[in-house]
């Protein structure tokens, strides 16, 4: 049996609970064994205390909607010879294609590497991450992030799309042992075929996979989807070469046509929503369906903001994303946690993202049974904040706001350089980190 130990520090906050004061852990074999008080642990257990007084424990973060293998999109587009200087989503998307085109096979690995390394170091340990190619999925197990592999399917051309399906049902994790489960990523409404979308609601079903979709992230989408105009039509569908496939507009919002083919469930996280009408929010209610939004990645791409408030009022389950690094400018969920919070003042409180990060994107992941939250029989994902000295009377905005991120760890091992790579991480993986400033 593999060493018990406790963690204990000044504080232990978890989503929608009162702080702990002289909170602690009791971890074995990777996971959360028992939680309270930390003289009421030792009471019970005789087992080596690790102490971080003056600091609090909280959850690792889960990220709800990711791109890790765009991570070094920086550097691609700045040695491209794509002349990258986007005014609107439709200019945004049409130059990512053309700097991705220009990309070999081997230039996504590093870069799902160091998206991998980018979460760990600022305490995401769990993530919802769109997986293009299904063939890099064994990066991502071999890590040791949580969470859900949704693949990626889109085309409008059956053949086409019909191959996209079948890779990503293939790579379809059936043995329920790796961490990160798996799922699908209809792309979005305006690239998937109307006539596609009962099948993947067919795939979705007949092997129990959730769903992540981009959902009206931008005007120009409910623009196309309504009536088939915009920029869409005129320059991005000619871009990709599917103008034979113009002249169909559903005639309603992305919302009702996804809906119309079932493919708003409970186990769907629907992604930005920033264009979404009361009527379309009523329906992501009605149906149990979460959303992940993207602050960071709206304003940075000029897309509007999302109808927060609204949200709120008829109690849609909300998570947190960051999008990738080609449309933000890092992978830290602090950094849009802080974000959301200067942006939606009166629509969002402390509490509120903090269950966004935890709870909420474990939920809208569906992997609620084993991340989010610090209870007895999760994975004992964790993360050490100090600057947060003072007493319980806003404590949590002190975290939320003002902290700095010390420690993390990942089933129970800390994240660093000197982590034990049997325990953990591979050698890929297990970077020397000393020295480096986690924010």
Request: charge should be negative; charged fraction near 20%; aromatic fraction near 8%.
């Amino acid at each position: 049996m593999s060493e018990s130990i406790i963690y204990a520090a000044s504080w232990l906050i978890n989503p929608d609970a009162p702080p702990v004061a002289g909170g602690a852990l009791l971890v074995r074999n990777g996971s959360i064994v028992d939680t309270g008080p930390l003289n009421a642990l030792l009471r019970e257990y005789s087992v080596p205390v690790i102490d971080f007084p003056g600091c609090v424990l909280l959850p690792g973060f889960v990220n709800a909607h990711t791109h890790l293998e765009l991570t070094h999109f920086p550097s691609w587009r700045l040695r491209s010879s794509v002349d990258y200087n986007p005014r609107r989503f439709t200019d945004w998307i049409i130059q990512l294609i053309k700097i991705a085109r220009g990309l070999t096979a081997a230039e996504y690995p590093p870069s799902i590497r160091e998206g991998v390394r980018m979460c760990l170091e600022s305490g995401t340990t769990a993530i919802g991450e769109v997986v293009t190619n299904p063939a890099m999925a064994g990066l991502y197990h071999h890590s040791p992030l949580a969470g859900r592999l949704y693949f990626e399917v889109l085309g409008q051309e059956r053949a086409h799309f019909e191959s996209k399906l079948a890779a990503a049902t293939a790579a379809v994790d059936q043995d329920g042992v790796q961490t990160l489960l798996s799922g699908l990523a209809p792309h979005s409404p305006y690239t998937i075929a109307p006539e596609h979308l009962t099948a993947i609601r067919d795939a979705s079903a007949s092997h129990a996979l959730p769903l992540a979709i981009h959902l009206s992230e931008s005007r120009s989408e409910a623009d196309f989807i309504f009536d088939g105009t915009g920029e869409l039509a005129t320059e991005f569908y000619p871009f990709v070469g599917w103008e034979r496939f113009l002249g169909r507009p559903a005639r309603c919002s992305s919302t009702d046509l996804l809906d119309r083919h079932g493919l708003l469930t409970p186990t769907t996280v629907a992604v930005h929503c920033v264009h979404l009408s009361v009527a379309d929010a009523r329906i992501i209610k009605s149906r149990g369906t979460h959303i992940a939004l993207c602050p960071r990645s709206n304003e940075l791409l000029d897309v509007g903001r999302a109808p927060v408030s609204l949200f709120k009022k008829i109690g849609i389950p909300l998570a947190l994303g960051t999008d990738s690094l080609a449309s933000n400018n890092s992978l830290s969920l602090w950094d849009e946690l802080r974000f959301a919070l200067e942006t939606f003042p009166n629509d969002l409180s402390e509490q509120d993202v903090l269950r966004m990060v935890t709870t909420g994107g474990a939920a809208a992941l569906s992997v609620s049974e084993t991340c989010g939250s610090l209870e007895a029989g999760k994975r004992a994902d964790f993360q050490v904040v100090g600057n947060c000295e003072g007493g319980e009377a806003g404590v949590l905005g002190r975290v939320m706001r003002e902290s700095i991120l010390q420690e993390v760890y990942v089933g129970g091992v800390r994240y660093a350089g000197n982590v034990n790579p049997k325990r953990a991480f591979t050698a890929e993986y297990a970077e020397d980190r000393r020295g480096k400033t986690m924010s």
